[in-house]
């Protein structure tokens, strides 16, 4: 079976099997690729229309108790410029976007146990009180059930928790020893069982990632089966161990990105910051195979740049409503609109 067989199997609702998957990620052409993107786009216009969903991140807080190797905000780097916003910061963010039609917002932080259950909790009764017609995303990492369903309970609809990587060996090599793939991969469903809009999602190109790694990513969501997924390029951070590590592809990131719109033609599949800092024309590249998600950001201009996962984040100066003029524009040049709208999973 050849490449182009493979992804029609694909597109006829199949599964693929992991040597399917290997071939295809090993062996893939630029004329595949663009025979995935085109199917993609199809499906993606079919379900979705010309139109792309916005969301406001709000990037509440950048300390974080772990030390994942990857990631510019981790516990040990001493050289990070940490902050916390308040409930009224947060609530303010909120309220700016929502003047110019914002519909979801995202509360996306590292791990900080400053903000207990009962501070996420009021934070989020309080959005979903003054904004009742918005939907509210966290993406605040692992926790245990009770407290996902505490925040499910208060107003938050969806939970972002990327699984990073499928593999076990792959991720004892991106995480400290006191992390586990299991209790990440019971997060997720646990988030999913108590009817959150779960999204999961992996790093492409990651230091030690293999090929073979990615298939079992792709199978993982293939059978997970998440309502929102989150790839992005690998780009390192010049604080952490993996500071002299090249970034990620930049074309496997699209092609995954085509794959996934293909398996699972529901999903809400963005075009990532990360993707629009390896390549300036990557959030148009995203939306061009398959993503339908824009997500802009809407926290203070000062404490953006001290929000740095990895380095040379492609950050926004603008306020809310500049910086969607500006992602207007830059969807209207391939033909696409953003839309106010919540863009809720419709599967």
């Known amino acids: 079976?050849?490449?182009?067989?493979?992804?029609?199997?694909?597109?006829?609702?199949?599964?693929?099997?992991?040597?399917?998957?290997e071939q295809l990620l090993e062996t893939f052409t630029e004329e595949d690729a663009k025979y995935a993107a085109d199917i993609?786009?199809?499906?993606?216009?079919?379900?979705?229309?010309?139109?792309?969903?916005?969301?406001?991140?709000?990037?509440?807080?950048?300390?974080c108790k772990n030390d994942c190797y990857y990631c510019g905000i981790r516990c040990s780097n001493k050289n990070a410029v940490?902050?916390?916003?308040?409930?009224?910061?947060?609530?303010?963010?909120?309220?700016?976007?929502?003047?110019?039609?914002?519909?979801?917002?995202v509360l996306q932080g590292g791990e900080d146990r400053h903000y207990t259950d009962d501070m996420i909790v009021d934070i989020v009764s309080e959005i979903h009180k003054r904004f009742p017609d918005c939907a509210i995303t966290l993406s605040i990492g692992e926790k245990e059930r009770e407290s996902?369903?505490?925040?499910?309970?208060?107003?938050?609809?969806?939970?972002?928790?990327?699984?990073?990587?499928a593999n076990e060996q792959h991720y004892r090599k991106l995480h400290p020893e006191k992390l586990s793939l299991k209790h990440r991969m019971n997060c997720l469903k646990d988030l999913k069982e108590i009817g959150y809009q779960t999204g999961c999602g992996c790093m492409v190109g990651s230091p030690y990632?293999?090929?073979?790694?990615?298939?079992?990513?792709?199978?993982?969501?293939?059978?997970?089966?998440?309502?929102?997924?989150?790839?992005?390029?690998?780009?390192?951070?010049?604080?952490?161990?993996?500071r002299d590590f090249e970034s990620g592809s930049v074309e496997m990131t699209l092609f995954l990105l085509s794959l996934c719109r293909i398996m699972l033609p529901d999903v809400?599949?963005?075009?990532?910051?990360?993707?629009?800092?390896?390549?300036?024309?990557?959030?148009?590249?995203?939306?061009?195979?398959?993503?339908?998600?824009?997500m802009p950001n809407l926290s203070p201009i000062a404490v953006r740049k001290n929000y740095l996962?990895?380095?040379?984040?492609?950050?926004?100066?603008?306020?809310?409503?500049?910086?969607?003029?500006?992602?207007?524009?830059?969807?209207?040049?391939?033909?696409?609109?953003?839309?106010?709208?919540?863009?809720?999973?419709?599967?």
């Open 82 to 105: 940490r902050y916390r916003l308040s409930k009224e910061d947060i609530l303010d963010c909120c309220e700016e976007g929502y003047k110019y039609g914002y519909r979801t917002f």
């Open 309 to 347: 996962l990895y380095d040379n984040k492609a950050i926004s100066g603008e306020d809310a409503g500049e910086n969607l003029r500006v992602l207007q524009d830059h969807m209207s040049e391939i033909g696409y609109e953003i839309v106010v709208d919540r863009g809720d999973y419709r599967g």
């Open 1 to 21: 079976m050849n490449n182009v067989e493979i992804i029609d199997k694909l597109n006829q609702n199949k599964s693929l099997s992991f040597l399917e998957w």
């Open 148 to 165: 996902y369903q505490r925040f499910f309970d208060a107003g938050a609809s969806r939970y972002l928790l990327r699984h990073e990587t």
């Open 40 to 63: 993609a786009r199809e499906i993606a216009v079919g379900k979705f229309g010309k139109k792309i969903f916005f969301r406001g991140i709000v990037e509440f807080t950048n300390y």
């Open 268 to 294: 809400l599949l963005p075009a990532t910051t990360a993707l629009g800092t390896a390549k300036s024309d990557g959030r148009k590249l995203g939306v061009l195979c398959g993503a339908n998600v824009i």
């Open 209 to 242: 990632q293999r090929i073979s790694d990615l298939c079992e990513d792709m199978m993982y969501m293939s059978e997970f089966k998440p309502q929102m997924i989150g790839i992005g390029p690998f780009i390192p951070h010049k604080d952490t161990p993996f």
